[in-house]
C-alpha cells in the first residue's frame, strides 16, 4: 500500500498492517537495487529471508553476457535492513 509521505493519518490507519519481518526485507532488497542502479533489465537477484532473529539477505550479479556473476550474502537485524543492502 502506498500513501503519501505526510498523511499521517493513514500512515497510522495502516500501521497495525505493517509485518516487521518482511518490511525489513523489501528495505534491504531495496537499497540493494539503488545501490547497483538496477532496473528490470538488470541481471540482478537479491532475496532477504528472516532466519530467527536474524534478516539474511543473499545478492547475485552478473554480467549481461552472462559469464561471470558475483554472490554475496549478509546478516544483520531487522533493525539495520537498510543498512545491510547497502553494504
Request: some cysteine; charged content about 25%; overall charge negative.
Amino acid at each position: 500500500v502506498q500513501f503519501r509521505e505526510k498523511d499521517e493519518a493513514t500512515k497510522n490507519l495502516l500501521a497495525a498492517l505493517v509485518h516487521t519481518q518482511t518490511h525489513a526485507a523489501w528495505r534491504a532488497e531495496r537499497a540493494v537495487a539503488e545501490i547497483l542502479k538496477g532496473d528490470c533489465k538488470s541481471a540482478i537477484g537479491i532475496y532477504a529471508e528472516p532466519a530467527d532473529e536474524t534478516l539474511v539477505l543473499t545478492g547475485h550479479v552478473m554480467l549481461p553476457n552472462g559469464q561471470e556473476a558475483v554472490h554475496a550474502t549478509q546478516r544483520g537485524s531487522f533493525e539495520e535492513a537498510y543498512a545491510i543492502g547497502q553494504k
